[in-house]
């Protein structure tokens, strides 16, 4: 391992880079903006520019109810010819290009020799462990996974894991940035095709194309059955702590011992491990750890408050006026 | 298929019989006394009585916020000591014992027995088909599948199906009354083990115990990667719309032209359908019949003030200062 660079602090960024700038790199375009940075952008894509602005200006509305840094502004971004005129002097650079790997090799090994020794490159990948993206870069130590999603200037996670030629340093300078700028993020040690919330996406989307290729339900039904049933119990507890929930006053370890041989039946075409005693101990132990002290009154509490917050919220949204 | 029984408008339904008091089934009666209901509920269990209190005691500020209906009691019930007493003159049986088969197979046969030919039999199994449960009962004709999430007194959606044996009346009977009472149902035409929701709820989980199982992501890390990430889509769209809005202006068609080649990445456990043209044409009718008309324009807005809304709605519930 080199030495880390002697680094400004990331409270000093005041300009990034966002190479690619559709729905997710266009996201996160809108977010800089609306947290006081500079952008310069760079979309080799016909109408890019105009798509862009387009982007930014239907998001600025949510953005501005949410609060705006000092000094944000829709305008602080130019759309560059030149990735080289894209990073020159940027303190960040995020690159969200199309999800093909060798564009990603050639286009990360270019972004890595194009900035100093201090800039972290972050890439939107939607699945690509770094080790594979990083084959061409001469010096993949600063080039990191900086996993968002749609919309980026909304939904607050990021998921940051490097590959094996990218330094410690980098890794966390990347999740020390995004949380300054009010990013969620979960710093992962190890890489994972998907990483983490991609994986439960879409193990959920291939069981629902499997479901419409067979002919059992329908893209509507499918939705209908989200967005009524557990879509609105997963922003308060997430799936591990939603079956804690499901245990009643015995918790996860009821839910275990009570639902483990449904484990067995063809619920899913995804195959399940094998319950052994030492998966069933640490899930058990991890629904204690994710409760956080919150005994199962007060996670029942919380859950009910939340369904109906979130209930009248999406109605609310929707237009209808039953919220 | 024999003649439907004449039968009295749902609305003429006073009384309902819950069977089993657990967590679902006590959600079920505390749901059914918001709308107003008598129930009569069995439960063999020890302090089985005391627990229903409770859960009755515990849903009921978060009913009464949502409105009851006219004379709704959280006192309007008892808890009998035969199942023959539990479903003597009621309008409705909602069966929700434990998830054992030979268990249920049992009990549906007795409460098939001991009703009237207009009563329907639901069952809450998280995902037995009915033609497996129905097996020891002589006449199978009104035993339906209502299979509710937890809790049922905040969840509306119902999946509802019947078994080889059971007559269309029964189906349609059992959707009639769960949307009299508020519920939002989906009617499936033909058996899945899991029905709709818990295939995709089951399918996030085994990906999750997998993860844990093999340490590449904690507990912790699992329900943070989702009440942060796209657990705050899902209320609103459900994973199928949302992946038609991840594709921009191009909609799901350019998503699925686009990620195609991600399906056979091994970002889960579970294998990919094969993406022929006629399932991805099919993906990308259904996401239209889902949007109903709203324009990609109408859908992000709608999506983007949901999500606002639902995070203010989750901070609050959790107690945080900054809802």
């Not at 890489?191 to 983490?196: A, V």
Request: with cysteine; proline share 7%.
């Amino acid at each position: 391992m080199s030495e880390s660079p002697s680094l400004r602090p990331v409270s000093d960024i005041d300009t990034v880079a966002c190479i690619g700038a559709g729905v997710i790199g266009g996201g996160w375009v809108a977010y800089f903006l609306a947290r006081g940075y500079r952008v310069r952008a760079w979309d080799p894509g016909a109408g890019a520019e105009d798509r862009l602005r387009r982007l930014i200006g239907a998001a600025w509305p949510a953005l501005t109810e949410l609060g705006l840094a000092p000094g944000a502004s829709p305008d602080a971004w130019e759309m560059v010819p030149t990735v080289a005129e894209a990073v020159e002097g940027v303190g960040f650079v995020q690159e969200s290009a199309p999800e093909d790997l060798e564009l990603k090799r050639t286009l990360l090994a270019e972004l890595a020799a194009a900035t100093a020794d201090d800039v972290v490159i972050a890439s939107s990948t939607s699945g690509y462990p770094m080790s594979d993206m990083a084959t061409s870069a001469a010096d993949p130590s600063r080039l990191v996974v900086g996993h968002p999603f749609n919309p980026p200037y909304l939904i607050p996670l990021v998921e940051v894991v490097g590959g094996k030629g990218t330094e410690d340093w980098a890794v966390s300078r990347a999740a020390e940035f995004y949380r300054h700028i009010g990013k969620s993020v979960i710093q992962m040690d190890q890489e994972l095709p998907g990483f983490i919330a991609n994986r439960l996406q879409e193990a959920i989307w291939r069981e629902a194309l499997h479901m419409v290729a067979e002919g059992e339900a329908t893209v509507e039904q499918i939705d209908l059955s989200i967005t009524d049933g557990p879509g609105l119990r997963w922003p308060v507890h997430g799936p591990c702590l939603t079956f804690h929930l499901a245990g009643g006053e015995g918790g996860m370890a009821h839910m275990l011992d009570h639902f483990g041989p449904s484990l067995k039946s063809p619920w899913t075409r995804l195959e399940a491990p094998e319950l052994t005693e030492r998966l069933r101990d640490d899930m058990v132990a991890g629904a204690h750890a994710s409760a956080g002290g919150r005994d199962m009154a007060t996670l029942v509490a919380e859950r009910d408050r939340a369904i109906i917050a979130v209930t009248r919220a999406v109605a609310a949204a929707r237009g209808r006026t039953d919220g």
